[in-house]
Nanobody, 123 residues
Framework: QVQLVESGGGLVQAGASLRLSCAAS????????IGWFRQGPGKEREFVAA???????YYSDSVKGRFTISRDNNKNTVYLQMNSLKPEDTAVYYC?????????????????WGQGTQVTVSS
């Protein structure tokens, strides 16, 4: 069993940066693939970024070039650095974990989820 806790959200102006953290307990994250997802008001949860256990990364087109996902296995934590934030990035951001070697972008492929952290970007 893996417990995930997100932190680092907040209210910022457009163009600002935030770094989200996803801290794990219960098991080491080193053999899990981790994804970041977000859910805006009235929208479905959507894929943002993912990192495999060997640190291969993948991004949605909407955040590519602005967001960076990384992991620190020593701290059992995955990060999402978000730069040049836009109002359309406003959402609750969730991290999720799945075992195995394959990267996934669908919510159904992930077994463990955090409770989410709110990111609000004002114009």
């Amino acid at each position: 069993q893996v417990q995930l806790v997100e932190s680092g959200g907040g209210l910022v102006q457009a163009g600002a940066s935030l770094r989200l953290s996803c801290a794990a307990s219960g098991r080491t994250l080193s053999t899990y693939n981790i994804g970041w997802f977000r859910q805006g008001p009235g929208k479905e949860r959507e894929f943002v970024a993912a990192i495999t256990w060997i640190a291969t990364t993948y991004y949605s087109d909407s955040v590519k070039g602005r967001f960076t996902i990384s992991r620190d296995n020593n701290k059992n934590t995955v990060y999402l650095q978000m730069n040049s934030l836009k109002p359309e990035d406003t959402a609750v951001y969730y991290c999720a974990a799945r075992p195995g070697s394959l990267l996934a972008t669908m919510t159904q492929k992930y077994d463990y989820w955090g409770q989410g952290t709110q990111v609000t970007v004002s114009s």
